[in-house]
């Protein structure tokens, strides 16, 4: 079993920074595949940025690209997401979440995660 807890959220104005981090428990954590989903009031949860246990392996939602950066540190048991040039379409609730699966190949779709954070709220105002 895993927990996934987040934190780091919070508000922002436009084009500023802002890093949300995911601290797992379990001895396999650096076995897992992570990512990060997020989700806004009236949206379906979306794909934001992902990698694999072997750390070289990440992938991002084009929305996120060049901006958005994923890394984890295993000793830590820590997943973060820093944001940079943050716009209000970013607003949403960021969930981090893990496969127990071993992959090389980034999962990017909700039902190849097993576990889930309970989700730190992230407000970019203009």
């Known amino acids: 079993q895993v927990q996934l807890v987040e934190s780091g959220g919070g508000s922002v104005q436009v084009g500023g920074s802002l890093r949300v981090s995911c601290t797992a428990s379990?001895?396999?954590?650096?076995?897992?595949?992570m990512g990060w989903f997020r989700q806004s009031p009236g949206k379906e949860r979306e794909f934001v940025a992902g990698?694999?246990?072997?750390?070289?392996?990440?992938y991002y939602a084009d929305s996120v690209k060049g901006r958005f950066t994923i890394s984890r540190d295993n000793a830590k048991n820590t997943l973060n997401l820093q944001m940079n040039s943050l716009k209000p379409e970013d607003t949403a609730m960021y969930y981090c979440?893990?496969?127990?699966?071993?992959?090389?190949?980034?999962?990017?779709?909700?039902?190849?995660?097993?576990?889930w954070g309970q989700g730190t709220q992230v407000t970019v105002s203009s």
């Open positions: 979440a893990a496969d127990r699966t071993f992959t090389t190949v980034v999962p990017t779709t909700e039902m190849e995660y097993d576990y």
């Open positions: 379990g001895r396999t954590f650096s076995r897992y595949a």
């Open positions: 990698i694999t246990w072997i750390a070289g392996n990440t």
